[in-house]
């Protein structure tokens, strides 16, 4: 049986859903934002080291067995929310269940998909992704992480002032009344003149890389399904495609050179995962540029838009397994050797029997 966490309104866990239903898998879905107060784990250690694990998802539900479960999709799976009536305790108790659930996770001897919930943590790091990516040959973009005023200047001055700003995590927007995003935006002289407030919280900055078109690249197992975004095509979307400008950019399938193919398929295996949403630049020149990688990354509107299998690679991943486990994550990284030189061939349209 496969075990779906995540959230009730992921539409990329409905969709898999359905494919799943198609091909008789067994699965159930579980958001954990609903622990303590809609469901109940129960953990027994038994003598040998074994563990047992059970969930009920409401009172009087059926107890399911983890060790029924076969793979886990930890997709997007909520944070556990206690009871109002819990305050003035409410934080001490969120946070209490949330080390029991990752607790919980690392007992679990199904397979993960992306990884295991450490391996996702650490991979989604910022700038230790930039590290792995590196000691893997990427061509990286100059990048400075810093909170320091006087840093950003001296970044800003030495790139001629085309530099980049975005969020060095991804917990900087919490809290807030209404949901709210952060896009990547070029630095301005009017930035500059608030530089000051950067001390009291780090972010990311970028020299610009001049872009012919990007590519989102996902990989699910051994699989590689490159899309090529033409985000130059309108201003709207030419420093962060994230904007979408659905009427004028343009998604078609992209075959990579066999060294950046290579890498990528390296880098998801070396953070630990079996799936992995790579971004990257294409630049004028043809250099493949490694922007970062978000190992729980939504894939779907690509593969609408592209005609790309992701669905079926990822149905297959979750129901058989992967066709080979993923290398344990590690900080330890040896250089890059010679292998490792940067690809700039362009790329042509992906063979139909692929696409």
Not at 224 to 233: G, H
Request: aromatic share 8%; net charge neutral.
């Amino acid at each position: 049986m496969i075990l779906i966490a995540s959230s009730p309104a992921d539409t990329h866990a409905d969709h898999v859903e359905g494919c799943l239903a198609a091909r008789g898998a067994r699965f159930v879905r579980y958001d954990p934002g609903d622990f303590p107060v809609a469901s109940s784990w129960t953990v027994e250690c038994l003598p040998g080291g074994s563990v047992a694990a059970r969930l009920r998802r409401g009172a009087g539900a059926a107890a399911i067995d983890l060790a029924d479960v076969t793979c886990v999709w930890y997709r997007r799976p909520g944070p556990p929310t206690a009871d109002e009536t819990m305050r003035p305790w409410l934080a001490g108790v969120e946070a209490e269940c949330g080390d029991f659930v990752r607790d919980l996770w690392s007992t679990v001897d199904a397979r993960f998909v992306p990884g295991r919930p450490m391996a996702v943590h650490q991979a989604q790091m910022k700038m230790y992704q930039l590290r792995v990516a590196g000691a893997l040959g990427f061509a990286l973009p100059p990048t400075v992480v810093t909170n320091d005023p006087g840093e950003l200047l001296d970044f800003y001055r030495r790139h001629d002032g085309r530099v980049i700003h975005k969020q060095a995590g991804f917990s900087l927007l919490l809290g807030l009344p209404t949901k709210a995003y952060r896009f990547t935006e070029m630095v301005t002289g009017r930035d500059l003149a608030y530089a000051a407030s950067l001390r009291h919280c780090p972010a990311i900055f970028q020299a610009y890389v001049d872009k012919a078109f990007e590519l989102r690249i996902t990989v699910v197992d051994r699989r590689v399904f490159a899309a090529e975004i033409d985000s130059q095509a309108t201003h709207h979307t030419r420093i962060d495609w994230r904007r979408y400008d659905h009427y004028h950019t343009t998604y078609r399938p992209h075959t990579l050179p066999a060294a950046v193919h290579r890498r990528c398929l390296a880098l998801v295996a070396r953070l630990g995962l079996v799936y992995g949403a790579i971004d990257m630049i294409v630049t004028p020149a043809g250099e493949y540029v490694f922007l970062e990688i978000n190992p729980n990354g939504q894939y779907l509107w690509v593969e609408r838009r592209s005609g790309l299998p992701i669905t079926d690679a990822l149905c297959d991943v979750l129901i058989d397994g992967p066709t080979a486990a993923p290398a344990p994550s590690r900080p330890a990284l040896a250089p890059a050797g010679a292998d490792a030189a940067v690809e700039t061939v362009r790329g042509v349209p992906m063979p139909a029997e692929t696409r």
